[in-house]
T-cell receptor
Framework: AAGVIQSPRHLIKEKRETATLKCYPI?????VYWYQQGPGQDPQFLISFYEKMQSDKGSIPDRFSAQQFSDYHSELNMSSLELGDSALYFC?????????????FGEGSWLTVV | QKEVEQNSGPLSVPEGAIASLNCTYSDRGSQSFFWYRQYSGKSPELIMF????GDKEDGRFTAQLNKASQYVSLLIRDSQPSDSATYLC?????????????FGAGTRLTVKP
């Protein structure tokens, strides 16, 4: 079965640079979530989209922005990167109709800021 | 107080034993409860979800929910070394959009052969 696809899997950026992560949800899933997981930390909810509209916002810094496109893929844009942004970024998707309340995660994108 | 709290680890059990993982949550209106397993550097993988009070069994795994006590647990019977991972408790909080999940910090389980 198709899963959540994230790219790139690994990314190295310097401080103050910009990074963009992409996420392709499971087909027919209408909700996309972004989570940030620092080393040894639990996943922190950043932001979510339902039917291409922002539906909820968590602890996403103002330097970050995200959107969901017409084909339901989503992008997380991170600017003025800081060392503390180094983390594993997960995208997840769900559909109340198809998967109930269950969220399925992608493999994650490792961001290292040097 | 964190919205979702898990018993502090790490937890170590011998192979074949029962591993018990516990989780409490603060939002009394929470409706859905999930256990995810996460291997180091990998994405969380859903093990079980439970919505109703009581027990739910799936193979070697049993989830238990007590909404009155705001408590959810995961029992792993006949623990195997391959069960060694971090187990994340996740709760769907009842917010306006009901779209986000809150995670506990995770409990690291080691099953020793």
């Amino acid at each position: 079965a198709a899963g959540v696809i994230q790219s790139p899997r690994h990314l190295i950026k310097e401080k103050r640079e910009t990074a963009t992560l992409k996420c392709y949800p499971i087909p027919r899933h209408d909700t996309v979530y972004w989570y940030q997981q620092g080393p040894g930390q639990d996943p922190q909810f950043l932001i979510s989209f339902y039917e291409k509209m922002q539906s909820d916002k968590g602890s996403i810094p103002d330097r970050f922005s995200a959107q969901q496109f017409s084909d339901y893929h989503s992008e997380l844009n991170m600017s003025s990167l800081e060392l503390g942004d180094s983390a594993l970024y997960f995208c997840a998707s769900s559909s109340l109709r198809i998967s109930g309340n269950t969220i399925y995660f992608g493999e994650g994108s490792w961001l290292t800021v040097v | 107080q964190k919205e979702v709290e898990q018993n502090s680890g790490p937890l170590s059990v011998p192979e074949g034993a029962i591993a018990s993982l516990n989780c409490t949550y603060s939002d009394r209106g929470s409706q859905s409860f999930f256990w995810y397993r996460q291997y180091s550097g990998k994405s969380p993988e859903l093990i079980m979800f439970i919505y109703s009070n009581g027990d739910k069994e799936d193979g070697r795994f049993t989830a238990q929910l007590n909404k009155a006590s705001q408590y959810v647990s995961l029992l792993i019977r006949d623990s195997q070394p391959s069960d060694s991972a971090t187990y994340l408790c996740a709760v769907r909080t009842r917010r306006v959009n009901n779209n986000d999940m809150r995670f506990g910090a995770g409990t690291r389980l080691t099953v020793k052969p």
